[in-house]
């Protein structure tokens, strides 16, 4: 046993990373910060782990936490033995990812999707497990869908979900790089980004009856 109070101590080499994990890409910095403080202090706060029938066991929440108990050489860690199944899995991982500050919307939005297409939960009840309304739910749902570009940066923290949201709604692909490149190296706020959407709109509003007339000479490009 572990100092912790009835938590058993689990041999690592027993323990098999998670088969649906909740994040697409980890801090390497806060992972990182995490092995340190695990190596000053060990581990505060025990794993969760469930039975996969064959004498191993599948971590359903603190894979972090495991990955720096791997890394820092420890045989055993404290881990909480649940039996469980597939929906009961998705939900623990829920109340131990959902509330940290390093889930990305994009991971929530494909967390989300699973619950959806699961067939036991509606938007609606998404909420309800989360402690968040409808509209939450729906806008993650959405930044799955968004370009490659915008979701990487708002993964990587480079900008808000409100900025990337307004980014994900310019179809034209140079446009939408050269507002993002903006966007990471001078810090834009959602109004700065909407400013620079109906720029472009009065640009191509203006310029459209001449592209219409050939008589008429186009507006003179920079160079």
């Known amino acids: 046993m572990s100092e912790m109070t009835n938590v058993p101590l689990v041999p690592v080499t027993l323990i098999d990373n998670p088969l649906a994990p909740m994040r697409t890409g980890i801090d390497e910095d806060k992972l990182i910060e995490l092995r340190e403080s695990i190596r000053e202090h060990g581990v505060i706060e025990p794993i969760i782990v469930c039975s ?68 036991r939960y509606d938007v609606g009840k998404i909420g309800e497990l989360i402690g968040k309304g409808e509209s939450y739910v729906r806008q993650r749902l959405a930044s799955v869908g968004w370009h490659d570009d915008v979701k990487g940066a708002l993964v990587t923290g480079e900008i808000s979900f409100s900025v990337a949201r307004e980014l994900s709604s310019v179809e034209n692909d140079n446009l939408r790089n050269r507002m993002l490149i903006d966007a990471v190296h001078q810090g834009a706020t959602v109004r700065k980004i909407v400013d620079w959407k109906r720029a472009v709109d009065d640009v191509a509003h203006a310029i459209q009856p001449e592209m219409r007339s050939p008589s008429v000479p186009g507006p003179q490009m920079p160079v």
Do not use: T
């Open 52 to 119: 996969n029938g064959n004498g191993r066991f599948e971590v359903i929440a603190g894979h972090r936490r495991l990955m720096c108990v791997r890394s820092l050489g420890s045989q055993f860690i404290p881990a909480i033995i649940r039996e469980s199944d597939e929906m009961d899995k998705i939900i623990v991982r829920a109340h131990e990812n959902l509330y940290r500050e390093d889930v990305s919307a994009v991971d929530e939005g494909l967390f989300f999707r699973s619950l959806l297409d699961s067939g």
